[in-house]
């Protein structure tokens, strides 16, 4: 099927389950939910190299939810694992002991710490030689399991517990979120997306058109995490479904470098809903509203958004 036509309704989704319910991952896990999805249309030939992080919990000797097969690198070495993987199942294609049918996709799976701090040096060589490899970054916004420290995916004014919220810096971390988007985008990959769990037939989509792509497929996935976010488990779809009506989280992708929005809200939702549905942002409520912080998030998503805004403006 033209991938024009896919992924149309939810009932095109596969029923069939890759990764096995039981895991040790917390309850409302967005990243695991996303990772599920995106499984079920990738099949079942994969190969997953996982970056030392909160999915490392999913495979825990010698017990693995997943169908296919898994292998455990330290954090920054992911993508170089991806690359002997690679290397290995085209030696054993090129000595016909593997059919063509048998290959498996390999997929490097590492959280937002791994991906946008200590893996960025191998992800970029591995990038730069074209590895044929997907990458999939859960971003839960911060070193999840090691007790929730701030990455440099964690955005501004979120508390971790390496910022906390204290008298010298009040709104938590300082520093914006990197954009790791435009980062891997500079490297011109032939496929580039972010993605959400919220947003089922969008993640499908990407990952089906990325299968017409040799080379590195790239995956940022917004990851809701009721642990480290401070928030009710149930409310994973809720906060999700926010990020991307608030702005926050843009669902877009890049085919050769060339950026396109997925989905564009039709009006911005106010943000501060989505900061005060979550514990890691309620200090800039209480015991005072943090109103310098709330108008700096509030004009970043502003600033993103305008020049897409006008476009659909113009458009009409
Ligand atoms: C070089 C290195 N530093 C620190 C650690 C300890 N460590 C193991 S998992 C982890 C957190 C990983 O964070 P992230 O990549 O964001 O994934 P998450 O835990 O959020 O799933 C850390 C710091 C490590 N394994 N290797
Ligand atoms: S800490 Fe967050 S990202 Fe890690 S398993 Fe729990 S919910 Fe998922």
């Not at 989905?263 to 549905?277: G, M, R, W």
Request: glycine share 8%.
């Amino acid at each position: 099927m033209a991938i024009e036509h896919a992924y149309k309704k939810l009932k095109e989704i596969s029923l069939e389950e890759f990764i096995l319910p039981g895991t040790s991952t917390c309850g409302g896990c967005g990243g695991l939910e996303a990772l599920r999805l995106a499984h079920k249309v990738l099949g079942k030939n994969v190969v997953f190299v996982n970056a030392a992080g909160c999915f490392t919990l999913l495979a825990l000797f010698p017990f693995s939810p997943f169908k296919g097969s898994w292998l455990y690198t330290t954090m920054a070495s992911a993508p170089a694992g991806a690359q002997g993987i690679r290397d290995a199942l085209d030696l054993l294609i090129a000595r016909g002991a593997l059919s063509i049918e048998e290959d498996l996709q390999v997929i490097v799976l590492a959280g937002d710490g791994a991906s946008y701090d200590i893996g960025l040096a191998s992800t970029s060589g591995a990038i730069y030689r074209n590895l044929d490899f997907w990458y999939f970054c859960y971003d839960n916004e911060a070193y999840g399991n090691t007790g929730v420290q701030m990455s440099s995916a964690t955005p501004y004014a979120a508390r971790t517990t390496t910022t906390p919220a204290a008298v010298l810096t009040p709104e938590g971390t300082e520093l914006p979120k990197k954009d790791l988007f435009e980062i891997w985008r500079a490297h011109c990959p032939p496929y580039l997306a972010t993605v959400s769990p919220r947003h089922p037939l969008d993640l499908a989509r990407k990952f089906e058109k990325a299968k017409a792509f040799k080379g590195p497929k790239l995956f940022i996935a917004y990851s809701p995490c009721p642990t480290g976010w401070h928030y009710d488990p149930g409310q994973t779809p809720e906060i999700a479904r926010l990020a991307v009506e608030t702005g926050l989280w843009a669902l877009k992708e890049a085919v050769h470098g060339e950026v396109a929005h997925t989905y564009i809200p039709k009006k911005l939702k106010s943000v501060e809903e989505y900061l005060q549905a979550q514990g890691r942002f309620a200090h800039l409520f209480h015991p005072v509203r943090q109103e310098a912080a709330l108008r700096k998030i509030r004009e970043a998503i502003t600033q993103y958004w305008a020049p897409y805004l006008r476009t659909m403006q113009n458009a009409k």
